[in-house]
């Protein structure tokens, strides 16, 4: 019988008919699956009830936009059904009854953490918060039963970009529409960042092409005739995933096999050794070889326990199990013998490693024309990797990897394969800056993982080189974090020594000095058992070389240079000519110039690597300035800046115009001194935008601190010999260099949240500017000194500069051209820097018409609040006693002193002024709203009553002054419930009252506690897509701000709000206790914090003073744009 015979379907459709008018009810709930099934079989027994029945109902067509069913019976009940009774399977649905008019649509959502039910179109202002895991729902409903043909289209938008979205849709009896589902199976491999579902509901015969209504979706329009609901919502996946395997930790894992074949076969070692690590969470863990139970003492590893077992010579099997939990796989190994390599293998990867690649490839031929099958497979691997060494002939290594990857996943050598694609990634990474490429092969490995563990921390690592190579230094470390703790499980000392040196370097180039110092310790300690002369040479040059970079440490990177020196000397000449020049650069700045000189001079006899020369420049040019020699220093300094400019390499532009500065300023051109300071500003803010593109990372930060030191030192000597306008340049000098400082590695945050696509662009752009710089470096270097006539590889490289700074956003002048804002009449800017020798201090007041500058000396860290006041405030008493308000800007390691609180005129500073701790980064725009709205959350931990009971007074207060408030308290306050309640739009106070702190010498390790053992880090600040105008942070050390300058220890959670959009955040930098916090929260919002923070809390701070003189009341201070 045909489908159209069938009697019951065409009773069907009657019968769906009729409940379309008679069930309004399905529109206010939706059906269970036991409801759908009991209403599926009461409709086919009532229609074979009438079966006998002589009489035909129409048939009801519904058509099916997306799969066709193989049956076309089922496929068409199922699609009935779907229409009557809400089942899952369609996404677009055509009803061809008779049209009629098309019904108001409302959303409702439910999602994340949240139940929420929305308004009319325009949809609910709701963010969803959402990962793999999380389930979402959302009801389309209409105010009033559709009747005839209804389609449904959806879009996922985010930057601009719309693309189709065909989910499961369900739709129920008088066209209510439902999508439901895990957000993994709903939107599937979408990247992390913030999205816009777009739902359009209208008549198929009237609804635009596809193309109209994804430009609609895209522009945020709605089209006429059709019900258009958007949801908001942001995506993120467990940290550190890095899309890798991220149940390493929970699973058991080996290493030692010299090589993993398919079928669980390993091939031991010289030492047969094998290392097996089990997960904590394993009980009853049992290792057998042969079938015999080991009683084996392990020692602790990242996240569980670590076994070395030697493994007899006779041993065929190891078994590794254990019964809970039941997730964990079993391993189980079986030994084999090991291949017998052809001697000229061996001796080619030798001749490889010493560099005779002539004589590695000679060898290497020899077998590939006459070994046997397996022979010839190595022999063709290593061919790949001698290639891959040889400038200028990757394309043929790479063609030779993927026959040799091809070959070992034939013979099953999954590990060969593994190391293959790895060789292959890093050539993509640094030879093609095919990054998209590298990726897709890196990640195209996991499957293989589960069988040989030990490419996972490779993979890792591999993937932290692309997050270097491509600016998303965030993206590496977590990389290398990952890499470093799976070496550490499995016992790869070796490579996690590579691993923790190039952590250690990224650490460095960040500012965070100390931290990549330990790093690379720990990388040393790790290499010393195994490595040769050399490698303990290079390992202590670069101890000595992180060790340079950081500030007040140049005696003791003298002391590691010389220590690399003589082990460089002694094992490894190749790399005497680098250790040279670092430990000349540390001789000059020691005032040892003769020493340097004779350095400088030993370097050029033994050459090394290409960068030496421009380095052997620039310590020329030092040392003759150090000898007063001005004029020739100049001639250096100008040939550097020079070449600089033709070649666009920034680095050399800045370090040629700094060093004319200091020439000019030292020969007594004051005048062309000051010319050369601001082009040297210029310099470093073109070098700054460069960073994300790899130039001269490595010293940017030790060049900006010179810098920043050489030009306020210069303007505040003019400013004491008499010049008018010295003291102005001195202090805009002064706070570009400091402002500049505090957003001088956003660009790691923007290369961090790029979209797939926008990062797919970005990739392509430092790809071509990394193509185009070493074009023109090859033609500069064989056209010899001067590389004139290249303007046409020039101009290539300007304009991949212009396509790659494009891509990120980033506005050609940078910072460099923002305007500095000048104090209010009422007000007076404070703005202390270091200097040669002390600091120097400068004030500007009278809306900026009134202008001072002194010398001051060294804050020490002992030194009273007396001492610090009469140092510092008393030389400008004049200006301070007079004003209104303070806005000091200063380096952080001044910020751990309470300005507010030093003496002034025998009352401290507050009882004077409001004070406020700037930023010094120019106001921003707030948002517009109708309705003002605030967020309250307290007592995440739910420990603290005074929070909890403070939160009363905060809600109340600010209600009484119209806003709606969203309270999160206790429990209620996780990590997806604060998040989208701050990212809702029209939110101008954020309230915290709670624990937070500053954990890790990282700023991004500064964090909110929230409920279920969640955090809100610095990090999370810096994704959010906006931010409240004012923040109150009632937490212990929410504003605390390490010495960024000096240790690289970052920002507090309080200075990322400001820097990410808060006109203001009122925090603290200590502990506080919960008593205190509640006193001041009560006082702090019986003033209109929300309209004058700084009013607010000095009005609080000068009560809390009043009842208790020796008390905490100090503790809160405001940090402002």
Known sequence: MSDKEDPRIEELGRRIREREEQQYAELLRPLDAAERNALA?????????????????????????????????????????????????????????????????????????????????????????????????????????VSGAIAVRGYLVRDGHARPWEPPVIVGAGGVVRIEGTADALLGDIAEGAWIIVLMVGRPDTLPDDAELAKAAAAGSDLPGLSTHRVRFTFSRPRG????????????????????????????????????????LASNAAIRVDGAL????????????????????????????????????????????????????????????????????????????????????????????????????????????????????????????????????YGLVLEKRAFAEARTLLDETKPLLAACPEGEPKAAYYKGLIGIETGDLRAALGAFAIASEGAQRL????????????????????????????????????????????RRAQLASNAGWITLRAPGRTKDAKDELEAALAL???????????VLINLALAKVELGQVQEARALLEEARRAGGWVQVKEWARMLEARIQLAEGHHKDAMTVFDALRADGERDLLPELVFEGSLGRAEALSAAGKRADARQAFIDASKALAAWEQRIPLGEGRGTFLLARQ????????????????????????????????????????????RVGALSDEVRKTWDEAVAAYRHERAVLEEKAAARGPGGGALETERAALRSA?????????????????????????????????????????????????????????????????????????????????????????????????????????????????????????????????????????????????????????????LESRGFRVVSLLGHAATYEAVRNAIEMPGVKLLHYAGHATFDGPDGFEASLRLARRGRFSVADVMTLSHVPDVVVLAGCETSRASHIDTKG?????????????????????????????????????????????????????????????????????????
């Not at 019976?73 to 008779?98: E, I, N, P």
């Not at 370097?505 to 100390?514: F, H, K, P, S, T």
């Not at 820097?1059 to 006193?1079: E, Q, V, W």
């Not at 009560?1082 to 009043?1106: F, I, K, M, Q």
């Open 294 to 425: 080991l009683d084996k003492a392990g020692e602790q590893a990242h996240g569980g326990t670590r076994f070395a077992i030697q493994i007899p010579k006779d041993a065929r099997k190891l078994e590794v199990m254990a019964t809970q939990p039941s997730h964990l796989r079993p391993v189980a190994l079986s030994f084999v013998a090991a291949d017998v390599l052809p001697e000229a293998l061996i001796e080619a990867e030798a001749a490889r490693r010493r560099g005779d690649l002539e004589q590695a490839s000679r060898l290497v031929g020899d077998v590939l024309d006459k070994g046997p099958v397996e022979a010839k497979r190595q022999a063709l691997r290593q061919k790949a990797r001698i290639l891959l060494a040889t400038p200028g002939r990757f394309d043929d290594a790479a063609a030779l990897f993927r026959e040799a990857i091809s070959q070992d996943k034939k013979a099953g050598r999954i590990s060969d394969e593994l190391d293959d694609t790895f060789a292959l990634a």
């Open 706 to 749: 010179r810098g920043a030191r050489l030009a306020v030192d210069f303007f505040l000597r003019s400013a004491e010999a008499g010049d008018e306008h010295a003291a102005r340049e001195g202090m805009e000098t002064a706070r570009r260099y400091l402002s500049g400082f505090v957003q001088a590695f956003q660009w790691i945050d």
């Open 241 to 280: 995933s890095l899309d890798s395997n991220s149940e390493s930790t929970e699973q058991i894992g080996f290493s030692g096999c010299a090589s993993v074949r398919a079928g669980n076969e390993c091939e031991l070692g010289k030492d047969r050794t094998l290392r097996i690590f089990v997960p904590a």
């Open 41 to 145: 079989d009461g409709v086919f027994a009532e229609i074979d009830a009438k079966s006998q029945e002589d009489r035909r109902a129409p048939v009801i067509s519904i058509e099916q936009a997306t799969k066709k069913s193989a049956r076309r019976r089922f496929g068409m009940v199922a699609a009935l059904l779907a229409a009557a009774l809400g089942v899952a399977g369609v996404f677009a649905v055509l009803r061809k009854d008779a049209p009629a008019p098309m019904a108001a649509y409302s959303l409702s959502i439910e999602g994340g953490n949240q139940a929420q039910r929305g308004d009319p179109p325009p949809a609910s202002d709701a963010v969803l918060r959402l990962d793999k895991a999380s389930r979402l729902s959302l009801a389309l409903r209409p105010d009033k039963p």
């Open 568 to 578: 460089s000397r002694k094992g490894c000449p190749a790399g005497v000519g680098n």
């Open 1049 to 1121: 220890e970052g920002l507090g959670i309080a200075q990322a709000f400001v820097l990410k959009g808060a006109s203001a955040a009122i925090a603290t930098p200590r502990p506080i206790g919960d008593t205190f916090a509640a006193d001041a929260t009560r006082l702090l919002y019986a003033e209109p914090v929300e309209r004058a923070p700084g009013s607010a809390l000095r009005a609080a701070t000068r009560a809390l003073h009043r009842q208790d003189p020796d008390g905490e009341w100090g503790a809160l201070r405001l940090l402002a744009e």
């Open 491 to 534: 016992g790869l000392d070796a490579y996690r020594s590579a691993v923790l040196e190039q952590e250690a370097e990224v650490l460095a180039v960040l500012g965070r000095y100390d931290e990549a110092a330990a790093r690379h310790g720990q990388a040393r300690a790790l290499a010393e058992p195994f490595a040769d002369a050399c």
């Open 801 to 957: 500069l212009d396509h790659a700074l494009s891509a990120l956003g980033v506005q050609k002048d940078g910072n460099e051209s923002a305007k500095l804002s000048a104090p209010d009449k009422d007000e007076v800017l404070f703005v202390a820097h270091p200097i040669r020798d002390g600091w120097a201090g400068f004030v500007m007041a009278d809306g900026g018409r009134t202008m001072d500058a002194r010398r001051l000396p060294g804050a020490a860290p002992s030194a009273t609040h007396s001492a610090i006041a009469n140092a510092w405030l008393a030389p400008f008493q004049s200006h301070l006693s007079k004003t209104r308000r303070v806005r000091f800007v200063l380096p952080t390691e001044l910020l751990a002193t309470d300005w507010h609180v030093l003496p002034f005129h025998e009352k401290p500073l507050v009882e004077h002024a409001e004070v406020v701790y700037s930023l010094d980064i120019g106001p921003r725009a707030s948002v517009g709203s109708d309705v003002a709205k605030a967020v309250v959350i307290a007592d995440p931990t739910e420990d603290l009553p005074g929070a909890r009971e403070s939160a009363g007074a905060v809600v109340s207060a």
